[in-house]
Every structure is written in C-alpha cells, then in structure tokens.
C-alpha cells in the first residue's frame, strides 16, 4: 500500500541544469515567507502566526514552487506530499541485475587467473593474456560518455537490456574459440563482455535511487555492487577446477568448451529473465528526492551541462581520483594475482584461485556491512576515509606476507585486503550521489568507474612490469604509494550531503528550495527557515 513520506521533503528549486538547485543556509529562523503570488508586502508575514502553521505553509509554498512551469488549474494540490510507495518488484530487478552482472564479472577474470594454462593453449606471451582482462577497461573508457547518455535519456530498462544482451552475445562467440589459432575469436568474444560491461557498471547507485527507500538505498547499491563482486569471487573459483592445468590438449580444449558453453546458457537464461522482468520504474517513486527527480521537465535535462557541473564539483574532482586510484589498485591485483602467487608458491594454481575468491568473498561481507552502516549512520566521508586507510594496510600486510612459505597466512591476508579494498567500491558510489544530487547517479558512478578503468590499465601495465624486471614486493610496493595519494585526496573531500538533506529537509526545517527564476512570477521571492514545528 502507498503511503506517503512524512519525514522527506524537497531541498533543491528549478533553476539548476538539471531543473533544481540547492538554496544557501542560514536565513534567521522565523523570518519572512512568501505566499506563491504575494507581493512585496506579504514578505514580513503576518501577526500571531504560528510556528506549526508557519512550517505548514512553509512545506504548501515550497510544493507549489517545484510544480512544472504551466501545471494550471489541473496540476495536483502543492499542499499535499508527494505519494511514494515501495514496490515488491525491486528485489526481482535488484536479483536480475545482479545476477547478470555476476556473469559479466566471471567473464572478465576467467582468463587471467589461469594465465598460464591459456597462454599455453593458444600460445600467446602473458601480456596477450593480460590483454583480455584489460579490454574490460579500454573499452569502457571511451564508451562511458554515449553509455551514460543513453542511460539518462532513454532509461534504466534499454540499458540493461543492452548490457544483458551484450554479455550474452560475447559469450557464446568465445564458443567458437576453442582451437589453437583462435586467440582472435576469444579477444572478439571478450570485447563484446567488456562493451556490455560499460552498460552494467554505472547502474548499481540508479537501481537504487530509482527503486529503493532512502533507508534502504545505500544497502540496495552495495547489494547491486556485491553481484559484480561475486562474479569476480566465482571467476578465481571456477576456471582452476574446471580448466585443470593439463599437457593433453584434447582434454584441455574439452574443459575450456565446458566453461565456455555453461557461461553462454546462462547468460541468455538471464537475459530472457530481463527481457521480461526488469522494468523502467516503479508505479510511484519510492523517496521524495526521487519524486523530485521525477517531477522536472525532461526537456530542463542537458547531458553537456550535467557533465560540466560534475567536473566543476571539487569534491566530486578528488573522489574521482581516489575512487580511480583504489579501484585500479585491485583491478591489477586481481588480473596479476595468478603471477603473484606462482612466483613464490609453484604449481599452486588452484590455490591462487582460492586466495582470489577470499579476497572477492572478504570484500562482499565488507561492502554489506558498509552498505548497513551508511543507512544508519550517513556518516559517508569518515567511512570512506576509514575504509581506505584500512585498505592501505591491508595491501602493506599482504604484501610482505606473500612469500611466506605457509600459504594459508597468503589466505589470510588476502581476506584482510580484500575485506577493505572490495568493500570500499560501493562506498564511492554513494558518496558520489550524494555530494553530486540532482545530478544523475549514472553519469556520475559512469565517470568514477571510467577513472578506476583509466588507472587501472595504467597500473595493471605498470606493475607487471615492474614485476618481471625486479619482483611482486616491488610491484605491491608502487600500488601502496598511489593508495597513500587516495588517502590523503579523501581527507580533503568536503562532505556535501545534498540527498540527505533533500530527504530530511521539512522535517528539520534545515532545508529550502526557492527558483532562482520564477516563469510564473517575475517578483523574486523569499523564502526563510520557519521556526520549529510545536508538537501539537
């Protein structure tokens, strides 16, 4: 059933590029209000007003001033709330979508994490095998921009039927890979995953906002996060048991056939399953900051200028590096972690798919438990802040532990790392909307995750070689730096909690909206924060 959302309340007017903008605080308490079409004289109020009334009329005024431009007498009355209501279909579209995702996931990491059984199958060198976890972030990287756009203008369900779709077609071209001479079908197939990839990516915050409570949106976006992870964590399981390391290569062409054919039936099982399930929205909007959302113009929305805001916002600017910085860390842990642990511990090539599936498996509990205490907490800068200095350590500890003989310690701390580092994705991507609201959460988690592509091809080629020119101490020893960078880039984001405030604002009253230009009335208007409700 419907119910309306008492506590939210609108915290941003029309008037910014994509139809709202946020009002500066401060204005003494209690002070003038405006009715919609008052004069200047009703600016200093009225006698024996009172202040539960005044908040009545403040909420009524601020409603009537985020209609659509032209409403007219048939618009809905400003005075009551927005109806939101939570849908049952969103746990079906979070499952769909993170099921998928999973597959994609898989899909990027099966070849690396039995890179030598590949290279001696196709025999190609390391580098072309590193390749095709690569093409993950190559392709990402230019196709973001038309990928975001598409998901801001033509919606959540094309996009993640293309994403679906496209995860689907690649894996059944690696079908017809399995020969020698073939390394070239395999990379097509590849290529085809990291394109869909792009249309998978920036969705999880989307998901969320679009269907999602605001007491549950930040648990709903590590959820979506964690089907990528567990994807990750079942590709370092996976290969090494299905694909063992043999010298018969009819048996080993029969294993890769087997992966590769299991892949493809269940990506397009998934697919049919989005075709007829995932859908563009609930009925009614689930938070009135997404009501608001909702509310404005289409035709107020421009790409260019979104794009624009987002990069003149400073603390957005420093979360894009440190995101890009920590992301590409475990991105080029994960495709080189096969190398890392053969070159101390030989033959362990199943082994190295287990430490990679504790490192996944740690990060999915971390990226939960982060997710539940952002919901009650919203405490997102010191969280974030905390999680990556953590990860820091974490990477240190690991690093001077993977030569020790005992590779169960190798085990342990890989879980430590990864508890950190993979539980710190889906952080960025709720500090991102919130310090960025209204700007749409694709376009600014497409940017974040176009960073961590960017910095992770640069640190995957980087540490590679650093590693075959000295050693993988020397290698996890340059990722260290670059996370100190992101430390000390988080320390200086400043906290914003725009969607927050939105979804808390005529509650506490902390909150206004006023246009900053009015298309129905030309007298500018003013609108203060009322004095505290009385609980009559």
Same mark, same amino acid.
């Given at each position: 059933m419907a119910r309306p959302d008492d506590d939210e309340g609108p915290a941003v007017a029309p008037g910014h590029p994509k139809g709202y903008l946020p009002v500066p605080r401060g204005a003494p308490a209690g002070e003038a209000r405006a009715e919609p079409h008052a004069g200047p004289e009703a600016l200093n109020g009225g006698p024996g007003l009172a202040p539960g009334a005044a908040g009545a009329l403040l909420a009524e005024e601020t409603q009537a001033r985020l209609l659509p431009a032209g409403a007219g007498e048939d618009a809905p009355d400003p005075a009551r709330?927005?109806?939101?209501?939570?849908?049952?279909?969103?746990?079906?579209?979070?499952? /769909?979508?993170?099921?998928?995702?999973?597959?994609?996931?898989?899909?990027?990491?099966?070849?690396?994490? /039995?890179?030598?059984? @590949?290279?001696?199958?196709?025999?190609?060198?390391?580098?072309?095998?590193?390749?095709?976890?690569?093409?993950?972030?190559?392709?990402?990287?230019?196709?973001?921009?038309?990928?975001?756009?598409?998901?801001?203008?033509?919606?959540?369900?094309?996009?993640?039927?293309?994403?679906?779709? *496209?995860?689907?077609?690649?894996?059944?071209?690696?079908?017809?890979?399995?020969?020698?001479?073939?390394?070239?079908?395999?990379?097509?197939?590849?290529?085809?995953?990291?394109?869909?990839?792009?249309f998978i990516l920036g969705l999880p915050s989307r998901i969320a906002s679009v269907w999602f409570g605001p007491k549950e949106v930040s648990t709903a976006c590590a959820t979506a996060v964690l089907g990528n992870q567990l994807g990750t964590a079942v590709g370092f399981l996976l290969p090494p048991?299905?694909?063992?390391?043999?010298?018969?290569?009819?048996?080993?062409?029969?294993?890769?056939?087997?992966?590769?054919?299991?892949?493809?039936?269940?990506?397009?099982?998934?697919?049919?399953?989005?075709? /007829?399930?995932?859908?563009?929205?609930?009925? @009614?909007?689930?938070?009135?900051?997404?009501?608001?959302?909702?509310?404005?113009?289409?035709?107020?929305?421009?790409?260019?200028?979104?794009?624009?805001?987002?990069?003149?916002?400073?603390?957005?600017d420093l979360l894009l590096v440190s995101y890009g910085i920590m992301t590409g860390a475990f991105y080029s842990v994960s495709t080189l972690l096969n190398q890392m642990i053969l070159e101390d511990h030989e033959g362990e090539e199943v082994n190295a798919g287990r430490i990679g599936l504790t490192l996944v498996v740690a990060g999915m509990v971390g990226s939960i438990l982060c997710g539940l205490w952002l919901d009650y907490t919203k405490t997102y800068k010191q969280t974030t802040l905390t999680v990556y200095i953590l990860s820091f350590f974490g990477m240190l500890i690991f690093t001077f532990t993977l030569k020790v003989n005992y590779i169960i310690?190798?085990?342990?701390?890989?879980?430590?790392?990864?508890?950190?580092?993979?539980?710190?994705?889906?952080?960025?991507?709720?500090?991102?909307?919130?310090?960025?609201?209204?700007?749409?959460?694709?376009?600014?988690?497409?940017?974040?995750?176009?960073?961590?592509?960017? @910095?992770? /091809? *640069?640190?995957? *080629?980087?540490?590679?070689?650093?590693?075959?020119?000295?050693?993988?101490?020397?290698?996890?020893?340059?990722?260290?730096?670059?996370?100190? *960078?992101?430390?000390?880039?988080?320390?200086?984001?400043?906290?914003?909690?725009?969607?927050?405030?939105?979804?808390?604002?005529?509650?506490?009253?902390?909150?206004?909206?006023?246009?900053?230009d009015n298309p129905i009335d030309e007298k500018p208007k003013v609108m203060m924060s009322p004095q505290p409700e009385s609980s009559l």
């Amino acid at each position: 059933m419907a119910r309306p959302d008492d506590d939210e309340g609108p915290a941003v007017a029309p008037g910014h590029p994509k139809g709202y903008l946020p009002v500066p605080r401060g204005a003494p308490a209690g002070e003038a209000r405006a009715e919609p079409h008052a004069g200047p004289e009703a600016l200093n109020g009225g006698p024996g007003l009172a202040p539960g009334a005044a908040g009545a009329l403040l909420a009524e005024e601020t409603q009537a001033r985020l209609l659509p431009a032209g409403a007219g007498e048939d618009a809905p009355d400003p005075a009551r709330p927005r109806r939101t209501a939570l849908s049952p279909r969103r746990f079906v579209v979070l499952l /769909i979508f993170s099921l998928y995702s999973l597959v994609n996931a898989f899909q990027w990491i099966q070849y690396s994490i /039995i890179s030598n059984v @590949f290279e001696g199958f196709y025999g190609v060198s390391a580098l072309h095998i590193n390749w095709l976890s690569m093409v993950y972030m190559l392709a990402y990287v230019p196709l973001i921009f038309p990928a975001t756009w598409l998901l801001d203008t033509r919606g959540l369900r094309l996009t993640a039927l293309l994403g679906s779709g *496209l995860n689907c077609l690649g894996a059944w071209v690696k079908c017809g890979s399995v020969q020698r001479h073939l390394f070239w079908v395999t990379m097509v197939g590849q290529t085809l995953c990291s394109v869909a990839q792009v249309f998978i990516l920036g969705l999880p915050s989307r998901i969320a906002s679009v269907w999602f409570g605001p007491k549950e949106v930040s648990t709903a976006c590590a959820t979506a996060v964690l089907g990528n992870q567990l994807g990750t964590a079942v590709g370092f399981l996976l290969p090494p048991v299905l694909v063992p390391n043999t010298q018969n290569s009819t048996d080993l062409a029969h294993n890769i056939n087997t992966m590769f054919y299991g892949t493809a039936f269940i990506s397009t099982f998934l697919f049919f399953l989005t075709v /007829i399930a995932f859908k563009e929205k609930p009925p @009614f909007p689930p938070s009135q900051a997404q009501a608001l959302l909702q509310d404005s113009p289409p035709a107020d929305y421009s790409y260019k200028t979104s794009i624009w805001s987002l990069f003149r916002n400073i603390p957005f600017d420093l979360l894009l590096v440190s995101y890009g910085i920590m992301t590409g860390a475990f991105y080029s842990v994960s495709t080189l972690l096969n190398q890392m642990i053969l070159e101390d511990h030989e033959g362990e090539e199943v082994n190295a798919g287990r430490i990679g599936l504790t490192l996944v498996v740690a990060g999915m509990v971390g990226s939960i438990l982060c997710g539940l205490w952002l919901d009650y907490t919203k405490t997102y800068k010191q969280t974030t802040l905390t999680v990556y200095i953590l990860s820091f350590f974490g990477m240190l500890i690991f690093t001077f532990t993977l030569k020790v003989n005992y590779i169960i310690v190798v085990f342990v701390t890989g879980g430590i790392l990864g508890f950190f580092m993979t539980g710190y994705l889906p952080l960025g991507f709720e500090f991102a909307v919130e310090i960025t609201y209204p700007e749409s959460e694709g376009t600014s988690s497409g940017l974040l995750n176009a960073f961590a592509q960017i @910095f992770g /091809i *640069l640190f995957t *080629l980087a540490q590679g070689q650093i590693m075959s020119d000295y050693d993988t101490r020397a290698g996890n020893l340059f990722l260290c730096a670059w996370m100190f *960078l992101g430390i000390i880039l988080t320390a200086l984001i400043k906290s914003d909690l725009r969607r927050h405030s939105v979804n808390m604002g005529l509650r506490s009253g902390d909150a206004k909206a006023v246009p900053d230009d009015n298309p129905i009335d030309e007298k500018p208007k003013v609108m203060m924060s009322p004095q505290p409700e009385s609980s009559l």
